[in-house]
């Protein structure tokens, strides 16, 4: 597609429910990047994929939290037993990776989750 | 671990003025340094991105500088407009990543 896109654009759930976000990144791109953004905070890093490498997870917050993407492209964060602090947006990103260094992230909307 | 500071926080100006917004990161060895916008309740936009081997980029009204060796990145804004008004966000990688660490941004307002 043109962009990146997320699903759901907003999501509400009760304490302890799973969540699943889908994040359809650029055609072609082969880097993607999940970040989430809590009330007043900062852009905090998740998870990162890049073509077939392992994923590197080290920004998940605890093990409730895992992504997976399917044949280089969509990509799935899923959230288990969600807590209100798992209330935030959870953005999406992705791009083309060049060696030069030249990678322009393009974001989604982002999925605004708010736990109750 | 790269951290990100931006300066000011936040800024509220009159049309017109010629702004600087701030960045200062602590790992050097970068492939690159980007700025994005956001504006309320919406995605990141990409604004400007520096390679290692770059000085400065511009585009329109804006100009972003990289001092690798000092840790520091100004964007500037010429002739600033309320369409302007929106959070600025740098973003620099630690050396040998990919994955960029995010300042927590500059709110800025432009006012008529």
Known sequence: GAGVSQSPSNKVTEKGKDVELRCDPISGHTALYWYRQSLGQGLEFLIYFQGNSAPDKSGLPSDRFSAERTGGSVSTLTIQRTQQEDSAVYLCASSARQSSGANVLTFGAGSRLTVL | ?112
């Open chain 2, 1 to 112: 671990k790269q951290e990100v500071t931006q300066i000011p926080a936040a800024l509220s100006v009159p049309e017109g003025e010629n702004l600087v917004l701030n960045c200062s990161f602590t790992d050097s060895a970068i492939y690159n340094l980007q700025w994005f916008r956001q504006d309320p309740g919406k995605g990141l936009t990409s604004l400007l991105l520096i390679q290692s081997s770059q000085r400065e980029q511009t585009s329109g009204r804006l100009n972003a500088s990289l001092d690798k060796s000092s840790g520091r990145s100004t964007l500037y804004i010429a002739a600033s407009q309320p369409g302007d008004s929106a959070t600025y966000l740098c973003a620099v990688p630690s050396g040998g990543s990919y994955i960029p660490t995010f300042g927590r941004g500059t709110s800025l307002i432009v006012h008529p």
